[in-house]
């Protein structure tokens, strides 16, 4: 009974085939959270019931699946290990729901709802986000388990069906059920690693605000022979607009979105950390903040992002002045900005440009606020240490570059949260083709053994 015997374990688990086989059988759950058909919603139930309650029973899990307090959301299940009352509480976290599947538009040889191994690469929705990760961390504690014969610490557990539509109705839950969640610290896993071959570990993340900016301007389209010149061109207008929200390299122009939070601290804290390579797209070194380096554009810093964008009909344009055009914004933010000031910044900005008649339409699905943890804080150090000492090298973060519901651990549980992120930056996760590296995932699995064999060990840095 060693550490060792605990990552052998881990690794045994994964050399058998039995990760694979295990992510195989939760990649053919079709739980798309997108998706509003009613044969969606109850996959996405299906998936609690039949894929994750009978494998946490077994690990010794009381659990309960909880209906959504929202009726746009999917269920979502808690549950607790306990083993004493001296001992540290770990709340971990997974969703289960995934993004519509795109069935079509895969690649030949690939369909979303069923695994591929193709060289070093695991194909299928759900793989990288987040399927695969929480599925790593539940067979790491089954590692510890069977290992040792217990953890060392009490495990609670939140599995939603929702995280893909904003999290709606999570915090609603963690108000409601406060009590039965708290913990001394949340060890959860989602997002990718900087680098594949380094674990990385991050303790916030950027919020996001999402938004249309639609310019009307007279019923109908007319010939752009009889009417050019007459009427007012949307498509134009709503161009001049964007163009002022942030210069051509993409800088940020609103006053209000140019945070204040990126300090001397957090700057150290972003040196030298890689955003380049990886296997993702080449990094464009003159897009973004002119006075940053990479690092601190993505990690420290504000973006404002078109999504898309439409006027007329472009599958099949005619000789015509569309009545209007639309473009679905957002803006990924960190600490430092005010969220409840985004929109009425934008408000007031495009109103003194002139753009009184470009209309903000929020979306009304929820999204996550910034969030941040000193790099510093006793459970950074401790799960750090642990990474450390299982793969030799980590890259820490901060937060991550990307939005999670961890507002609600933060604001609401009240407790220090650390991301063990298992996935890379090339996973196309929201897109077709989404994948796992198997490397990561046999390296991942060995990581948190570690980290939670060092937890019972040690009982945490407050021990």
């Known amino acids: 009974m060693s550490r060792e015997s605990a990552l052998s374990r881990a690794s045994r688990y994964f050399e058998a085939g039995d990760f694979q086989s295990d992510l195989a059988h939760l990649v053919t759950y079709r739980s798309e959270s997108q998706n509003t058909a009613p044969e969606a919603r109850m996959e996405c ?24 307090p929202d009726p746009t959301g999917g269920p979502l299940l808690i549950g607790e290990r306990r083993e004493g009352e001296a001992l540290p509480t770990i709340l971990t976290y997974g969703h289960g729901d995934a993004v519509l599947g795109q069935e079509g538009r895969w690649r030949e040889g690939l369909e979303p709802w069923v695994l591929v191994e193709e060289g070093d690469r695991l194909y299928g929705r759900g793989t990288a986000d987040n399927k695969g990760q ?20 009490n495990t609670r557990v939140v599995i939603e069906m929702s995280e893909e539509v904003g999290s709606v109705g999570l915090a609603d839950v963690f108000r409601a059920y406060r009590d039965r969640l708290a913990a001394d610290v949340l060890i959860a896993s989602d997002g990718p690693r900087l680098q ?39 498509a134009m207008i709503l161009a001049h607009a964007l163009a002022c929200i942030t210069d051509v390299r993409g800088q940020i122009k609103v006053p209000e979105w140019r945070p204040d939070s990126l300090t001397e601290n957090v700057r150290m804290a972003l040196r030298d950390l890689p955003v380049a390579g990886g296997q993702g797209p080449a990094v464009n070194p003159d897009w973004g903040e002119e006075d940053l380096t990479p690092a601190e554009r993505v990690f420290g810093w504000n973006s404002f992002t078109v999504l898309a964008m439409v006027s007329g009909v472009p599958e099949a344009p005619v000789n015509a002045i ?7 914004c957002q803006l990924r933010y960190v600490v430092g900005t005010d969220p409840e000031d985004v929109v009425p ?11 009184e008649s470009v ?39 901060p937060n991550l570059a990307g939005s999670l519901p961890n507002d609600s651990f933060t604001d609401i ?15 196309s996760q929201h897109a077709p083709n989404e994948h796992v590296l198997k490397s990561v995932c046999h390296d991942a699995l060995r990581v948190m053994a570690g980290v939670f064999w060092d937890l019972g060990e040690q009982g945490g840095p407050l021990a």
């Not at 998936?47 to 494998?55: F, T, V, W």
């Not at 929480?134 to 217990?150: D, F, K, P, S, Y």
């Not at 549980?413 to 930056?425: D, G, K, N, Q």
Request: with cysteine.
């Open 45 to 68: 139930r299906r998936y609690l019931e039949k894929a994750m309650l009978p494998r946490l029973r077994a690990l010794g899990f009381d659990c309960e699946i909880i209906d959504n």
């Open 134 to 153: 929480h599925l790593i961390n539940i067979a790491a504690l089954e590692a510890v388990l069977a290992e040792r014969g217990h953890l060392g610490f």
């Open 196 to 234: 594949p071959d380094v674990p990385t570990m991050f303790m916030g993340s950027r919020g996001g605000t999402t938004f249309d900016l639609v310019v009307e301007t007279h019923e109908g389209a007319h010939h752009s022979g009889n009417w050019g010149g007459l009427l007012s061109d949307p």
């Open 322 to 328: 569309s009545g209007w055009a639309s473009a679905t």
């Open 345 to 355: 910044a934008l408000r007031r900005h495009l109103d003194a440009h002139g753009f």
């Open 359 to 397: 209309e903000i339409r929020c979306h009304e699905r929820g999204f996550f606020a910034a969030t941040r943890l000193d790099p510093d804080h006793p459970w950074a150090q401790f799960v750090g240490e642990s990474i450390r000492r299982t793969s030799g090298a980590l890259h820490v973060l």
């Open 413 to 427: 549980l009240e407790v220090p949260t650390i991301w063990v992120p298992h996935s890379y930056r090339g996973c």
